[in-house]
Antibody
Framework: QMQLQESGPGLVKPSQTLSLTCTVS??????????WSWIRQQAGKGLEWIGY???????YYNPSLQSRVSISVDTSKHQFSLKLISVTAADSAIYFC????????????WGQGTLVTVSS | QSALTQPASVSGSPGQSITISCIGT?????????VSWYQQHPGKAPKLIIF???DRPSGVSYRFSGSKSGNTASLTISGLQAEDEADYYC???????????FGTGTKVTVL
């Protein structure tokens, strides 16, 4: 059973960079059948898709965040990472990582989520 | 890319059936059969309950079913149970450089 686990600082100062890592176990991050995804959820709000990465490094981003976001992958560590620059309080949210099964484009496994607060 | 439109809330009594709509466009729901649905209980991660419009992952109750007509997808919960009280989100593959869009979310209340 595939498992994903987010890690990273829970507190980031305004204007700084939010950095999170997702570690994949029980499955291969180099699988040809999967993309890897970041999603966030602001308090009391809905799910917002941030972006996808393929093991080869190909990325797709939400246009609303594209100028500030980058996602990378490290297959040797079974990890993919999120960086969001110039953060504001509006970027405070629970950040989830998930696997995306390409045959159905469904997010089939999710991490438990990690709360990131942007505050000085 | 705008979020798919869902009703903010739907309620029903135990044993009843309820349906949640998910309205998209010709570029997402209307164009592809890659519609999925997620259940999220408070404080938990979302869980995939429907993929490819109407397929269920192993272990998901048969009481959950999906359908699609034109630009609108729907999730039906039959035989409503207390444990079904949660938030539900649809998601669709979409054309262009974005690839993914979630719905606005629906809170299901079991009366």
């Amino acid at each position: 059973q595939m498992q994903l686990q987010e890690s990273g600082p829970g507190l980031v100062k305004p204007s700084q960079t939010l950095s999170l890592t997702c570690t994949v176990s029980g499955g291969s991050i180099s699988s040809a059948g999967y993309y890897w995804s970041w999603i966030r959820q602001q308090a009391g709000k809905g799910l917002e898709w941030i972006g996808y990465i393929y093991y080869s490094g190909s990325t797709y981003y939400n246009p609303s965040l594209q100028s500030r976001v980058s996602i990378s992958v490290d297959t040797s560590k079974h990890q993919f990472s999120l960086k969001l620059i110039s953060v504001t309080a509006a970027d405070s949210a629970i950040y989830f990582c998930a696997s995306v099964k390409m045959v159905s484009w469904s997010h089939d496994h999710w991490g438990q989520g990690t709360l990131v607060t942007v505050s000085s | 890319q705008s979020a798919l439109t869902q009703p903010a809330s739907v309620s029903g009594s135990p044993g009843q059936s309820i349906t949640i709509s998910c309205i998209g466009t010709d570029g997402d729901v209307g164009a592809y059969n890659y519609v999925s649905w997620y259940q999220q209980h408070p404080g938990k991660a979302p869980k995939l309950i429907i993929f490819d419009v109407n397929d269920r992952p192993s272990g998901v109750s048969y009481r959950f079913s999906g359908s699609k007509s034109g630009n609108t997808a729907s999730l039906t919960i039959s035989g409503l149970q207390a444990e079904d009280e949660a938030d539900y989100y649809c998601n669709s593959y979409t054309s262009g450089s974005t690839l993914s869009v979630f719905g606005t979310g629906t809170k299901v209340t079991v009366l």
